[in-house]
């Protein structure tokens, strides 16, 4: 239990940090019977803490569904923007879309989803080995918007893991650094697993094998993964058109020249998912979608003599996304080709000056994407620079720990003529950007923390924001851009107290952004009467987004296990009437109750969700549900690997369940009753 | 171990050999043809059906055929952001396309141009989309049409013979 706790309190004591002895012992005592792990730290005690929150091993075992969306969507302050059960992208806060980054092995994950949704999150996520919501100032090591969040996922690709020595820092993940654990004195090394999910209430199933080897320094990896189901099952019956195939593979290898670590990973990504139909407007039976996502990443570390954790990373990574979208078989509605590449040089310092946790680097990004079939964006290179850093300091005041952070950068917008655009709106675009963000956190008492992160935040309009101008078949929307958008910005604050407690661990927080560019489509209430589409146009407005959300735990490794969590958010914009935003998700509870043996995990949940009549002009209001599941876990070691069972039912009563999010929530409620099985072998 | 370095720079090169395919459309963008309503008119250039921005003429006859019949040639004519009739694209690469929802009820006879005829195969109800055909996709659709099939009739009684010169 809190193993990372202890490793940030400890960690910081070593490091000198900002808890007296006195308090570290109170602390440890405070939370029980974890082993201390006496390592160096790069970090506070509040991204400890954050630790927490991650989703890996038995934890993202046990909520492992569909998508990465399904797979975190009880985490504070997430929810889910859907368009069938494949198109699912998290949500949080109530900001979606490019406000929130997606993350895979620390580089950018090379997919549209972020612009449309119908378009899926192009990554598998029975592939993740470790799922992270990234919250507070360390958002600006991967993105300009700090109101948002980046949702990491690791894959491991390349196998560091193995090759390096103990107790070097690798900057996986944004600020987020994999302290290798000891390697053994063999020569070969071997580490295998299988994982086989099924489900009923999408009937199909999903594998991945992945073997990790090491022979005589040189480390590879290999991964296979699939995934085939059918159409999902909700109460009011089958919903057609929204069946899964997912194939992929994933090759990596690393090797260790001296001081210096270089490894090599690809990792290929095919999807074919249907879109529902039903709408007004849309194809009667939907929209067939295939894509294809390849990442080549290479990267090289250098680890300096006198301290290895002081990690220098350059990271490379050629990305192509392939999407096209079939209204039926001979109709190809649209298609989209994206070529990126993408240069991180970061380097970790654990403490220079009065700083420690010290994370600075740069970014350099090249894109191209070309457009075919029905699609009215004009193709476009888009080009990024950004210098980024994070630091924590303390010593101020007893039981203080401040970080501050920035990002600093451009977006260039150079799109090319086309027949599709209106020659007025081809124009060429450039962007200034800045973050900053500072977080106070102040320990108020032993266990107690108040934390308070103040931030400016900002994004460039996306291509299709500045120069789309057309039809969206498989969205069902006509939307239409403005080449004269400025970049989203605004200013935000979020106050937050965590407890750990003797028996009880408990956080709350409330967060409130002011938005003075929102970039948003609304819709506009017209009609493209040649595709009979509802007209969505991109505006920025000024806007409020204020939320909170709190959560319950009490822990334990055996025994009784509870935990509950509750989040809300609303959105204004600025008008004489401080009108509802669209897509604002309602307040939504999720609680579990659990008993633990040595090796079996037994449990109880409930989710529930209030109506939503808070609504755009246009938008419809969404009824709320209750659903209750139930879970039951195996997990046991047994010569030399380790078995894992996990039995879920879910929506076990085939509530009527309306995400206000999903678009498809006027012709058929989500996923019904459903059962599923996990079963994993780790060797 | 320099079998190793050998092995690993042969490893990181195929990675890199991997993703050098190219990754382009293949389908091109086009200017499209935009219309705000669709007119239907029959052989003899009365008016069946007419929708202009989404609005359907409830006081028009609609499309009917007889099952076992052909119906007379239908003409397709489109209106502009005015209320204007226009004509179809004249080029190779727009065409009438049309979805019907049951097959077994109806089916389409197309000789080319903006025009068509019924084929009542069974008597029912059921439902017509037509469609301006660009290449892979439509840039233009109607509502979804009502066409009634009444009843059965032999052959030399439907209404119009094949035969027929139309126009």
């Known amino acids: 239990m809190k193993t990372s706790l202890f490793r940030a309190a400890t960690g910081s004591l070593l490091l000198g940090g900002f808890l007296h002895f006195s308090f570290a012992q109170e602390f440890i005592q405070d939370l029980g019977n974890s082993i201390i792990e006496a390592e160096k730290s790069t970090e506070t005690i509040l991204d400890g803490l954050r630790k927490d929150d991650e989703l ?144 009923s209430g999408q009937p199909g199933f999903a594998t991945i094998i992945g073997v990790n080897g090491n022979i005589h320094g040189l480390s590879l990896k290999g991964e296979l993964s699939a995934r085939n189901m059918s159409d999902m099952k909700t109460p009011n ?59 080549l990443t290479l ?51 654990a403490q220079g000056g009065p700083f420690f946790g010290i994370h600075f680097g740069a970014e350099l990004d090249a894109r191209s994407i070309e457009m075919g079939g029905y699609v009215f964006t004009p193709p476009t290179n888009s080009y990024a620079a950004s210098l980024f850093s994070v630091a924590s300091l303390n010593g101020w ?30 124009e060429d675009r450039n962007f200034a950007l800045w973050a900053i963000a500072a977080e106070f956190s102040q320990r108020v008492a032993p266990g107690k923390f108040l934390t308070l992160n103040v931030f400016r935040t900002t994004r460039a309009p996306t291509i299709e924001e500045l120069y789309n101008q057309g039809p969206h078949l498989a969205a069902y929307t006509y939307e239409r851009g403005n080449h004269k958008l400025d970049a989203e910005s605004g200013y935000g604050a979020e106050l937050e107290f965590r407890d750990y407690g003797e028996i009880i661990n408990w956080r709350a927080a409330v967060h409130s952004t002011w938005f003075l560019n929102h970039l948003a489509p609304r819709a506009t209430g017209d009609t493209n009467w040649s595709q009979i589409l509802p007209i969505y146009q991109v505006s920025g407005d000024e806007a409020l987004l204020i939320g909170g959300s709190a959560s319950i735990e009490l822990p334990a490794e055996q025994g009784f296990y509870a935990q509950a969590g509750a989040s809300y958010v609303c959105g204004f914009y600025q008008n004489e009437n401080w009108s509802d ?30 109506a939503q009549n808070r609504t755009d002009r246009y938008e419809e209001r969404t009824p709320g549900y209750a659903t209750f599941g139930a879970s039951l876990e195996f997990h046991w070691p047994l010569t030399l690997a380790h078995y894992s069972i996990v039995l879920r039912g879910d929506n076990l009563f085939n509530a009527d369940v309306r995400n206000h999010l999903s678009r498809l929530k006027s012709v058929m409620p989500e996923k019904g009753h459903n059962v599923s099985i996990l079963a994993k072998a780790e060797f | ?24 459309t293949s389908t091109e963008q086009h200017e499209h043809f935009e219309v705000e309503g669709w007119r239907l008119y029959s052989s003899e250039w009365d008016t069946l059906y007419s929708v202009y921005r989404g609005k359907e003429d409830s006081k028009l006859p609609g499309l009917k055929v007889n099952a076992n019949c052909m119906s007379a ?72 049409i009502q066409v009634i099939v009444d009843k059965a009739l032999d052959a030399d009684k439907c209404p119009f013979q094949e035969d027929e010169d139309e126009d």
């Open chain 1, 237 to 295: 019956g089958n919903l057609k058109n929204t069946d899964i195939e997912n194939k992929g593979f994933a090759i990596g290898a690393s090797y260790s020249f001296e001081r210096f670590k270089i490894g090599a990973s690809f990792r290929n990504f095919n999807s074919n998912y249907g879109i529902p139909g039903g709408f007004i407007g849309g194809h009667p039976n939907g929209v067939d979608i295939d894509l294809f996502k390849r990442d």
């Open chain 1, 56 to 199: 890996q091993a038995e934890k993202l075992d046990r909520k492992i569904s569909t998508t990465i969306a399904e797979t975190i969507k009880n985490a504070p302050d997430i929810a889910i923007r859907s368009m069938g059960p494949a198109a699912a992208r998290p949500v949080i806060k109530g900001l979606s879309g490019s406000h929130v980054a997606i993350t895979e092995d620390g580089s950018f994950c090379g997919d549209m989803s972020a612009t449309s949704p119908d378009h899926a999150v192009a990554s598998e996520v029975l592939t993740a080995h470790k799922l992270r919501i990234t919250r507070g100032p360390q958002i600006l090591t991967q993105s300009f918007a700090a109101a948002g969040g980046v949702i990491q996922v690791e894959h491991n690709d390349i196998p560091f893991e193995i090759a390096l020595p103990q107790g070097v820092a690798i900057p996986t993940t944004a600020n987020q650094n994999t302290t290798v654990q000891p390697t053994t004195e063999s020569n070969t090394q071997i580490h295998g697993f299988i994982t086989d999910y099924a489900e």
């Open chain 1, 397 to 426: 005041r007893d039981g203080l720990e401040i970080t501050l952070s920035a990002r600093f950068g451009g977006a260039f917008f150079r799109p090319r003529e086309s027949v599709v655009a209106d020659k007025g709106a081809i």
């Open chain 1, 581 to 610: 935003m669209p897509q604002i998700p309602p307040f939504k509870f999720h609680g579990e109750i659990a008993y633990l043996w040595t090796h079996v995990r037994a449990g109880f949940n409930a989710e529930f969700a209030l």
């Open chain 2, 73 to 144: 040639h239908i003409h397709v004519k489109f209106l502009d952001e005015n209320n204007k009739e226009i004509a179809g694209p004249n080029d190779d690469e727009h065409s009438l396309g049309w979805d019907v929802a049951d097959s077994k009820i109806l089916d389409i006879h197309f000789e080319g141009g903006w025009g068509f005829h019924l084929k009542g195969l069974k008597e029912g109800e059921t439902k017509l989309v037509l469609k301006v055909k660009h290449h892979d996709h439509a840039d233009a659709k109607t509502p979804e």
């Open chain 2, 1 to 24: 171990m320099k079998k190793l370095q050998f092995l690993a720079i042969a490893i990181f090169s195929l990675l890199f050999a991997a993703c050098g395919d190219s990754n382009s």
């Open chain 1, 299 to 349: 990267r090289g570390l250098y680890l300096p003599a006198q301290k290895s954790s002081d990690t220098l990373s350059v990271t490379f990574r050629l990305n192509q996304y392939h999407h096209t979208e079939y209204e039926t078989k001979e109709y190809v509605g649209a298609e989209f080709a994206v070529n990126q590449a993408n240069v991180r040089v970061e380097k970790l310092i």
